[in-house]
Protein backbone atom coordinates (compact mmCIF):
# COMPACT_ATOMS: atom_id res chain seq x y z
CA UNK A 1 0.00 0.00 0.00
CA UNK A 2 1.28 3.69 0.00
CA UNK A 3 3.25 4.39 1.83
CA UNK A 4 4.20 8.28 3.68
CA UNK A 5 6.96 8.81 5.55
CA UNK A 6 6.99 11.73 8.59
CA UNK A 7 9.86 13.20 10.11
CA UNK A 8 11.04 13.42 12.98
CA UNK A 9 8.54 11.30 15.14
CA UNK A 10 9.02 13.20 18.19
CA UNK A 11 10.47 17.03 18.75
CA UNK A 12 11.27 19.12 21.94
CA UNK A 13 11.80 22.67 21.32
CA UNK A 14 12.15 25.71 23.84
CA UNK A 15 9.85 28.76 22.84
CA UNK A 16 10.60 31.02 20.25
CA UNK A 17 12.48 28.64 17.82
CA UNK A 18 11.43 27.04 14.78
CA UNK A 19 11.03 22.67 14.33
CA UNK A 20 10.75 21.78 10.88
CA UNK A 21 8.94 18.56 9.83
CA UNK A 22 9.19 16.76 6.71
CA UNK A 23 6.73 14.66 4.80
CA UNK A 24 7.17 12.39 2.03
CA UNK A 25 5.50 9.88 -0.21
CA UNK A 26 7.30 7.05 -0.38
CA UNK A 27 6.23 4.99 -3.58
CA UNK A 28 3.73 7.55 -5.07
CA UNK A 29 4.31 11.23 -6.44
CA UNK A 30 1.86 13.18 -4.37
CA UNK A 31 1.24 16.67 -5.98
CA UNK A 32 -1.08 17.57 -3.08
CA UNK A 33 -0.54 16.95 0.54
CA UNK A 34 -2.82 17.64 3.47
CA UNK A 35 -1.25 18.69 6.96
CA UNK A 36 -3.28 17.60 10.10
CA UNK A 37 -3.06 18.19 13.73
CA UNK A 38 -4.79 16.60 16.93
CA UNK A 39 -4.54 17.82 20.44
CA UNK A 40 -5.02 15.47 23.06
CA UNK A 41 -7.87 13.65 23.36
CA UNK A 42 -9.38 15.53 20.27
CA UNK A 43 -10.02 14.58 16.99
CA UNK A 44 -8.07 15.57 13.98
CA UNK A 45 -8.08 19.04 12.21
CA UNK A 46 -7.09 19.77 8.93
CA UNK A 47 -4.73 22.70 8.79
CA UNK A 48 -3.51 23.40 5.63
CA UNK A 49 -3.14 21.70 2.04
CA UNK A 50 0.43 22.25 0.58
CA UNK A 51 0.21 22.06 -3.46
CA UNK A 52 3.36 21.26 -5.41
CA UNK A 53 4.80 24.23 -7.06
CA UNK A 54 2.54 26.49 -5.44
CA UNK A 55 1.24 28.65 -2.33
CA UNK A 56 -0.36 26.55 0.46
CA UNK A 57 -4.08 26.41 1.20
CA UNK A 58 -4.89 26.91 5.22
CA UNK A 59 -8.12 26.55 6.72
CA UNK A 60 -9.74 29.11 8.60
CA UNK A 61 -7.90 30.43 12.04
CA UNK A 62 -4.36 28.71 10.77
CA UNK A 63 -1.73 31.34 10.61
CA UNK A 64 -0.09 30.66 7.42
CA UNK A 65 2.83 32.76 8.56
CA UNK A 66 3.09 30.56 11.73
CA UNK A 67 2.90 27.49 9.95
CA UNK A 68 4.80 27.46 6.75
CA UNK A 69 4.84 24.96 4.41
CA UNK A 70 6.52 24.50 1.56
CA UNK A 71 6.07 21.87 -1.20
CA UNK A 72 9.18 21.46 -3.48
CA UNK A 73 8.71 18.43 -5.13
CA UNK A 74 6.48 15.65 -5.81
CA UNK A 75 7.31 13.48 -2.77
CA UNK A 76 8.30 15.65 -0.46
CA UNK A 77 6.71 18.95 1.41
CA UNK A 78 7.74 20.49 4.83
CA UNK A 79 5.96 21.97 7.74
CA UNK A 80 7.71 24.73 9.61
CA UNK A 81 6.65 25.40 12.81
CA UNK A 82 7.91 29.26 13.42
CA UNK A 83 8.64 30.93 16.71
CA UNK A 84 7.01 27.86 18.38
CA UNK A 85 4.97 28.55 21.77
CA UNK A 86 3.23 25.93 24.46
CA UNK A 87 0.19 26.20 23.23
CA UNK A 88 1.90 24.61 19.57
CA UNK A 89 2.57 21.47 21.22
CA UNK A 90 0.60 19.24 19.94
CA UNK A 91 0.31 16.05 17.00
CA UNK A 92 1.11 16.96 13.58
CA UNK A 93 0.39 14.47 10.82
CA UNK A 94 0.51 14.79 7.32
CA UNK A 95 -1.11 12.74 4.71
CA UNK A 96 -1.41 12.17 0.88
CA UNK A 97 -3.64 10.03 -1.73
CA UNK A 98 -1.62 8.27 -4.39
CA UNK A 99 -4.95 8.46 -6.71
CA UNK A 100 -6.22 11.75 -5.68
CA UNK A 101 -9.99 11.84 -5.55
CA UNK A 102 -11.31 8.25 -5.98
CA UNK A 103 -8.79 7.13 -3.35
CA UNK A 104 -8.35 7.30 0.64
CA UNK A 105 -5.66 9.29 2.52
CA UNK A 106 -2.73 7.70 3.77
CA UNK A 107 -1.21 8.87 6.55
CA UNK A 108 2.51 9.10 8.41
CA UNK A 109 2.94 8.28 11.73
CA UNK A 110 2.63 12.02 12.73
CA UNK A 111 5.11 14.07 14.77
CA UNK A 112 4.87 14.91 18.59
CA UNK A 113 5.93 18.33 18.78
CA UNK A 114 6.51 19.63 22.69
CA UNK A 115 7.39 23.45 22.88
CA UNK A 116 8.64 24.06 26.26
CA UNK B 1 -20.38 22.56 15.04
CA UNK B 2 -19.27 18.90 14.88
CA UNK B 3 -20.45 17.64 11.51
CA UNK B 4 -18.91 14.03 12.07
CA UNK B 5 -20.15 12.52 15.29
CA UNK B 6 -19.23 9.34 17.55
CA UNK B 7 -21.55 9.02 20.70
CA UNK B 8 -19.46 6.55 22.18
CA UNK B 9 -16.17 7.57 23.05
CA UNK B 10 -15.60 3.89 24.70
CA UNK B 11 -16.56 0.21 23.24
CA UNK B 12 -15.61 -2.94 25.14
CA UNK B 13 -16.42 -6.78 23.37
CA UNK B 14 -14.60 -9.97 23.70
CA UNK B 15 -12.85 -11.56 21.48
CA UNK B 16 -14.43 -12.89 18.67
CA UNK B 17 -17.83 -11.26 18.95
CA UNK B 18 -19.33 -8.39 16.78
CA UNK B 19 -17.71 -5.10 17.05
CA UNK B 20 -20.18 -2.47 16.02
CA UNK B 21 -19.09 1.30 15.87
CA UNK B 22 -21.34 3.97 15.26
CA UNK B 23 -20.83 7.35 13.42
CA UNK B 24 -24.10 9.84 12.86
CA UNK B 25 -23.25 12.88 10.30
CA UNK B 26 -24.74 16.22 9.34
CA UNK B 27 -23.40 17.50 6.24
CA UNK B 28 -25.46 16.28 3.42
CA UNK B 29 -22.94 17.00 1.18
CA UNK B 30 -20.69 14.52 2.27
CA UNK B 31 -20.13 11.69 -0.73
CA UNK B 32 -17.31 9.57 0.90
CA UNK B 33 -17.06 7.65 4.08
CA UNK B 34 -14.27 6.34 6.12
CA UNK B 35 -12.91 4.77 8.57
CA UNK B 36 -9.28 5.05 9.97
CA UNK B 37 -7.70 2.43 12.88
CA UNK B 38 -5.07 5.29 15.28
CA UNK B 39 -3.02 3.64 17.86
CA UNK B 40 -0.92 6.41 20.82
CA UNK B 41 1.61 8.41 18.71
CA UNK B 42 0.94 7.10 15.16
CA UNK B 43 -0.72 8.35 12.37
CA UNK B 44 -4.22 6.71 11.62
CA UNK B 45 -4.36 3.62 9.44
CA UNK B 46 -6.81 3.49 6.71
CA UNK B 47 -9.55 0.51 7.02
CA UNK B 48 -12.28 0.97 4.84
CA UNK B 49 -14.26 3.26 2.73
CA UNK B 50 -17.81 3.71 1.59
CA UNK B 51 -19.16 5.94 -1.59
CA UNK B 52 -22.47 7.82 -0.89
CA UNK B 53 -24.23 5.61 -3.79
CA UNK B 54 -23.48 2.41 -1.93
CA UNK B 55 -24.94 1.27 1.15
CA UNK B 56 -22.45 -1.57 2.57
CA UNK B 57 -18.98 -2.14 1.37
CA UNK B 58 -16.93 -5.43 3.13
CA UNK B 59 -13.45 -6.14 3.06
CA UNK B 60 -12.34 -9.25 5.23
CA UNK B 61 -13.80 -9.02 8.94
CA UNK B 62 -14.65 -5.14 8.19
CA UNK B 63 -18.23 -4.00 7.08
CA UNK B 64 -18.95 -0.95 6.77
CA UNK B 65 -22.89 0.48 6.52
CA UNK B 66 -24.38 3.73 5.30
CA UNK B 67 -27.54 4.82 6.06
CA UNK B 68 -27.99 7.75 4.03
CA UNK B 69 -31.48 9.14 4.90
CA UNK B 70 -30.43 8.79 8.92
CA UNK B 71 -27.28 10.34 8.25
CA UNK B 72 -25.22 7.25 9.67
CA UNK B 73 -23.02 4.91 8.78
CA UNK B 74 -21.44 1.71 11.50
CA UNK B 75 -18.17 -0.22 11.48
CA UNK B 76 -18.86 -3.96 12.24
CA UNK B 77 -15.82 -5.96 12.70
CA UNK B 78 -16.47 -9.70 13.40
CA UNK B 79 -15.12 -11.62 14.65
CA UNK B 80 -13.21 -9.14 17.11
CA UNK B 81 -9.57 -10.05 17.99
CA UNK B 82 -7.48 -8.43 20.38
CA UNK B 83 -5.19 -6.77 17.87
CA UNK B 84 -8.42 -4.81 16.56
CA UNK B 85 -7.89 -2.75 20.27
CA UNK B 86 -7.56 1.20 19.09
CA UNK B 87 -9.28 4.24 18.64
CA UNK B 88 -11.73 4.08 15.31
CA UNK B 89 -11.97 7.48 13.27
CA UNK B 90 -14.76 7.99 11.28
CA UNK B 91 -14.17 10.61 8.77
CA UNK B 92 -16.34 12.17 6.08
CA UNK B 93 -15.35 13.91 2.77
CA UNK B 94 -17.57 16.91 1.10
CA UNK B 95 -17.95 16.06 -2.55
CA UNK B 96 -16.63 18.39 -4.78
CA UNK B 97 -12.91 19.66 -6.80
CA UNK B 98 -9.87 19.81 -4.65
CA UNK B 99 -11.41 19.35 -1.57
CA UNK B 100 -10.70 15.37 -1.68
CA UNK B 101 -7.91 15.95 1.10
CA UNK B 102 -10.07 17.56 3.31
CA UNK B 103 -11.52 14.82 5.73
CA UNK B 104 -13.78 15.93 8.29
CA UNK B 105 -13.21 13.70 11.67
CA UNK B 106 -15.53 12.38 14.57
CA UNK B 107 -14.21 12.49 17.90
CA UNK B 108 -13.09 8.68 17.72
CA UNK B 109 -13.89 5.49 19.70
CA UNK B 110 -11.62 3.42 21.76
CA UNK B 111 -12.45 0.08 21.16
CA UNK B 112 -11.10 -2.61 23.59
CA UNK B 113 -11.33 -6.49 22.60
CA UNK B 114 -10.51 -9.08 25.49
CA UNK B 115 -8.97 -12.13 25.02
Known amino acids: GAVVSQHPSRVICKSGTSVKIECRSLDFQATTMFWYRQFPKQSLMLMAT?????????EQGVEKDKFLINHASLTLSTLTVTSAHPEDSSFYIC????????????FGNGTRLTVT | DQQVKQNSPSLSVQEGRISILNCDYTNSMFDYFLWYKKYPAEGPTFLISISSIKDKNEDGRFTVFLNKSAKHLSLHIVPSQPGDSAVYFC??????????????FGQGTILTVHP
Open chain 1, 50 to 58: SNEGSKATY
Open chain 2, 91 to 104: AARAAGGTSYGKLT
Open chain 1, 95 to 106: SASPQGLSSPLH
